[in-house]
């Protein structure tokens, strides 16, 4: 099918944490129907590891067995076939312990798409889908894939709504969180913090673990708020390895329960990200969060006391950014195809 008459796209967003297929409309951008799961390409990579390659299958193979797999479950929710929509992936797929890496493109890096780089495969019979991949981008210390894709988008939808940003640096919260600076229509640098990561392996693997409760990081109750506070204030008095530790005193202490320890921790690493944004006095900071961690994110740029030059973008707009940028590059694509 071609990129001309397909009325459908196969939008799929691939981190390193969770798995996103949203099938969509390429006339409305209407979401047809959406699957999300935790099968991020960290977990997929892992599990090729252990079966995939003692059994002799590629890993490209192993990656698209995955994701036939996902297609073929978003079908029988929305009961519909699947079968030749095109698919367009972003994220870690192009990565180096994804489906097949592809080079990245570099910065200055243009927004409206056009120093994307991708590739193409064709459609197989066991996995009858055009298949476009998205590659992330790099500087000359950092790297990032997908977080391009979804400020592409983001970029589009911001314009469509008549709002113009010359300058402003993008902060994107996630397991790996971004901030990105952009001028111009223009990705001119960026930097990774890993903040997620970092706060799932603490509170998870490490001797922390028995000193938080994430049972409800939903529940921003004043006791939970005032301990979140007191981690943005510890990100500032001490270095992160000194914070961390005083996760365990809390406890040993009884200065929070675990529960608020939880979101003391929270504060304490999303207050260590944020700590370098108050050198960057000109920037205008736009906070591009999901609902997940919007609420967290914006209580340490108050603490920090940055919210008079931030503004915080709706988070149902950031769910449709990563869909509405694939969508954007496939059209392009198309175009190209087609003027060649
Ligand atoms: N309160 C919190 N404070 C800090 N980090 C958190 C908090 N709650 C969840 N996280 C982390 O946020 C990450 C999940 O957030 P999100 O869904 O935005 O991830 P993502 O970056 O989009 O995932 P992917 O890498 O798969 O695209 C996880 O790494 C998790 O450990
Ligand atoms: O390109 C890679 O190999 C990365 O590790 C990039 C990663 O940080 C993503 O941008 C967010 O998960």
């Not at 007191?230 to 040993?252: D, E, P, Y």
């Not at 969508?327 to 087609?338: D, G, P, S, V």
Request: glycine share 8%; with cysteine.
């Amino acid at each position: 099918m071609s990129g001309l008459t397909t009325k459908y796209l196969l939008c799929c967003d691939w981190g390193t944490s969770f798995f996103r297929l949203r099938l969509t409309n390429l006339y409305d951008h209407q979401c047809t129907g959406e699957l999300i799961s935790r099968e991020g390409i960290a977990g997929t990579f892992d599990a090729w590891r252990k079966t995939g390659a003692a059994t002799g299958m590629s890993r490209d193979n192993f990656f698209r067995r995955q994701l036939k797999k996902q297609i073929n479950a978003l079908g029988r929710q929305l009961a519909m076939n699947l079968l030749n929509i095109p698919v367009v992936i972003s994220g870690m797929a192009s990565s180096s312990i994804g489906m097949e890496e592809v080079p990245y493109a570099v910065l200055p890096f243009a927004l409206d798409g056009s120093q994307s780089s991708i590739r193409h495969f064709d459609p197989q019979p066991d996995f009858p889908h055009e298949l476009m991949l998205i590659s992330g981008v790099r500087s000359g210390q950092d790297v990032m894939r997908g977080e391009e894709t979804q400020l592409i988008g983001l970029v589009t939808l911001l314009t469509l709504s008549g709002e113009k940003t010359r300058e402003a640096i993008f902060v994107f919260p996630g397991t790996h969180s971004k901030h990105m600076y952009v001028r111009d229509g223009q990705l001119i640098s960026f930097d990774t913090y890993m903040t997620g990561e970092l706060f799932d392996l603490m509170a998870h693997h490490s001797i922390l673990k028995d000193s938080v409760d994430l049972i409800d990081l939903t529940d921003f109750s004043a006791p939970n708020v005032l301990a979140f506070r007191q981690g943005v204030q510890q990100a500032t008095a001490s270095g992160i390895l000194n914070g961390l530790f005083t996760i365990r005193t809390n406890q040993l202490f009884d200065t929070f329960t675990k529960a608020e320890n939880a979101f003391y921790l929270s504060g304490l690493l999303i207050g260590t990200e944020l700590l370098p944004l108050l050198a960057e006095k000109g920037w205008p900071l736009v906070l591009c969060s999901g609902s997940k961690l919007t609420g967290f994110y914006e209580l340490a740029i108050r603490e920090l006391n940055l919210a008079d030059r931030a503004t915080t973008i709706p988070a149902d707009l950031i769910d449709q950014a990563a869909s509405r940028g694939q969508a954007m590059l496939f059209r392009n694509q198309t175009l190209k195809e087609i003027t060649r």
